[in-house]
Each structure stands twice: as structure tokens, then as C-alpha cells.
């Protein structure tokens, strides 16, 4: 059963680009977290998703991210326009869901460096 | 809003020794708690869990234990060997599923 899986694992954008990170979920789960982790820094939560659902973005900036969880394929976390401060650790997390809401497993992280 | 404080941010012990990592949390309504494990440049790795209905949790040399009246959950390693070092987040969560994720601590075990 492969584990959580993000791509790139490393991704080089110049400020004003787009970034697109992915995730796939652990197989037979369907809720997604996005979390950010600045260097030397713990993880900030940004987004929950069920598939076709954004179910709490509070964590999310309001201008420039976008996130999506379609019936279909990956988790997408999206961020037009990248500037410096988006230079970070970018974890995407899932959990089965039902009973087993709570245990959510940590793919291994998008490193995002805008030059 | 929700918090969650770590302490120490460093901890440094001799192999062998143990060490101790405490969390404090703020939502009364929190009822999971969870300690991760990241080594440098890696994912986060669920060590162990507890939930709010139990005081006290052990697997091998890791134990976790919860005080709801004061709103704290510790984390125990015994026995600490160099393979221990690394960066431990504790993070709590209530029914909104939300991960709130303290500090972290960084713990380095000497040889």
C-alpha cells in the first residue's frame, strides 16, 4: 500500500509564476490536509478537503492560493504569482475518513524555493 | 484561536538518558493528540497518539500521557539513543479535524 504521495518534491519558481503542487492520498482514503512549513518553523494548517470539497480553508490565504481535490486524480494546492515569503515546506497530509478520522499521514513534502 | 505551546525548543541529553517534551493546549474541545517525528528533510512520522478518553499511552520506549483539567500532554522517550535525534511536534486536534501543531523541540542525543 503506498503512502502519501506529493510531486514535485522540489520545485524552483521565479516571483510572479505559478506553482502547482500535487498529492495523491493513501489508497482507500479520501480527506486531504495542506500544511506549510516555514524553515526552522512546526506546520500551519492551510486546507481540508473531501473529494469535490473544500470543507475549511481558514488557514489559507485569501488572494493568490487555491486548492482542489477533484473526483478524479491528485489533490492540486495552487499559488499564482509566487513572491519570496512562499519559499517553504509544503506537506500535504490524508486520513480514511469515517471511524478514522483522526490519523492522518504525512506525505513527503514539496520543497518550494522562489528565486 | 487555537493554540497549542511546546517546550523546550532544545532539549539535549545523553544517550541513554531520558527526555521529556511537554505541550500545552488551549480548545477545551480538543480530543486527539498526536506526536510526530521529523528527521532533517523528511516527512513527519506519527510515533504515537492519544485520545482524550485515556490518561496515559506506552509503546516501547515512547509513552504519552494526558491532563484534560490542565490541559497538558507530555511526551516521554526512555532510553534515548542517537537514532532519537531529530525535531518532535506535538499537535492537537478537536472535531474539526484541524491539525494544530506546537513548535517543535529540537532533540539531540549525545554518544
Known amino acids: 500500500n503506498a503512502g502519501v504521495m506529493q510531486n514535485p518534491r522540489h520545485l524552483v519558481r521565479r516571483r510572479g509564476q505559478e506553482a502547482r503542487l500535487r498529492c495523491s492520498p493513501m489508497?482507500?482514503?479520501?480527506?486531504v490536509y495542506w500544511y506549510r512549513q516555514l524553515p526552522e518553523e512546526g506546520l500551519k494548517f492551510m486546507v481540508y478537503?473531501?473529494?469535490?470539497?473544500?470543507?475549511?480553508e481558514s488557514g489559507m490565504p485569501k488572494e493568490r492560493f487555491s486548492a482542489e481535490f477533484p473526483k478524479e486524480g491528485p489533490s492540486i494546492l495552487r499559488i499564482q504569482q509566487v513572491v519570496r515569503g512562499d519559499s517553504a515546506a509544503y506537506f500535504c497530509?490524508?486520513?480514511?475518513?469515517?471511524?478514522?478520522?483522526?490519523?492522518?499521514?504525512f506525505g513527503p513534502g514539496t520543497r518550494l524555493t522562489v528565486t | 484561536g487555537e493554540n497549542v505551546e511546546q517546550h523546550p525548543s532544545t532539549l539535549s541529553v545523553q544517550e541513554g538518558d531520558s527526555a521529556v517534551i511537554k505541550c500545552t493546549y488551549s480548545?477545551?474541545?480538543?480530543?486527539?493528540f498526536p506526536w510526530y517525528k521529523q528527521e532533517l528533510g523528511k516527512r513527519p512520522q506519527l510515533i504515537i497518539d492519544?485520545?482524550?478518553?485515556?490518561g496515559e499511552k506506552k509503546d516501547q520506549r515512547i509513552a504519552v500521557t494526558l491532563n484534560k483539567t490542565a490541559k497538558h500532554f507530555s511526551l516521554h522517550i526512555t532510553e534515548t539513543q542517537p537514532e532519537d535525534s531529530a525535531v518532535y511536534f506535538c499537535?492537537?486536534?478537536?472535531?474539526?479535524?484541524?491539525?494544530?501543531f506546537g513548535t517543535g523541540t529540537r532533540l539531540k542525543v549525545l554518544a
Open positions: 492519544i485520545r482524550s478518553n485515556v
Open positions: 478537503l473531501q473529494k469535490e470539497n473544500i470543507i475549511d
Open positions: 480548545d477545551s474541545a480538543s480530543n486527539y
Open positions: 499537535a492537537a486536534t478537536s472535531g474539526t479535524y484541524k491539525y494544530i
Open positions: 489508497k482507500g482514503h479520501s480527506h
Open positions: 497530509a490524508s486520513s480514511p475518513g469515517k471511524n478514522q478520522l483522526y490519523e492522518q499521514y
